[in-house]
Nanobody
Framework: QVQVMESGGGSVQAGGSLNLSCAAS????????IGWFRQMPGKEREGVAY????????YYDDSVNGRFTISQPNAKNAVYLQMNSLKPEDTAMYYC????????????????????WGQGTQVTVSS
C-alpha cells in the first residue's frame, strides 16, 4: 500500500528556517515526481515545489522561489524542503504528495496528478 509521510514542521520566527522531510513508500517503482503543497487558513491548497525523481528537475511557485529548495537524498522516494527566510505568510499546513504519470511537465502538474498524499505537517511563522 502506497503511503506518504511528512515530518519536520514546527514554529519559527520570521526570517528563520525549517526543513521538511517526506518519504513515499509502497511503490513497486519510484514515483515519477514528488511535490509539496500548502494550505493556508481559509484558502485553497496550492503547489509550492515539485521535483522529478528521475532527472532531479525542480519547479517552484513564485511565492517561494529563491527561499525554498526541494531536493532528494540518495533515496529516490524521499525529498526534503528546505525553507529559508520564512515569512508569516508562509504559515500553513504543508502536504507532501507523489505521482506516477509517465509524461509530464513539472510546472503544469496539478493536484489531480498527485495520487498519494500525506497527512500534512503544520508550519507556523510568527512576526
Amino acid at each position: 500500500q502506497v503511503q506518504v509521510m511528512e515530518s519536520g514542521g514546527g514554529s519559527v520566527q520570521a526570517g528563520g528556517s525549517l526543513n521538511l522531510s517526506c518519504a513515499a513508500s509502497g511503490y513497486s517503482e519510484r514515483p515519477n515526481y514528488i511535490g509539496w503543497f500548502r494550505q493556508m487558513p481559509g484558502k485553497e491548497r496550492e503547489g509550492v515545489a515539485y521535483i522529478s525523481t528521475g532527472l532531479g528537475d525542480t519547479y517552484y511557485d513564485d511565492s517561494v522561489n529563491g527561499r525554498f529548495t526541494i531536493s532528494q537524498p540518495n533515496a529516490k522516494n524521499a525529498v526534503y524542503l528546505q525553507m529559508n527566510s520564512l515569512k508569516p505568510e508562509d504559515t500553513a499546513m504543508y502536504y507532501c504528495a507523489a505521482g506516477t504519470n509517465s509524461f509530464f511537465t513539472l510546472r503544469f502538474l496539478r493536484e489531480r496528478d498527485f495520487t498519494a498524499w500525506g497527512q500534512g505537517t503544520q508550519v507556523t511563522v510568527s512576526s
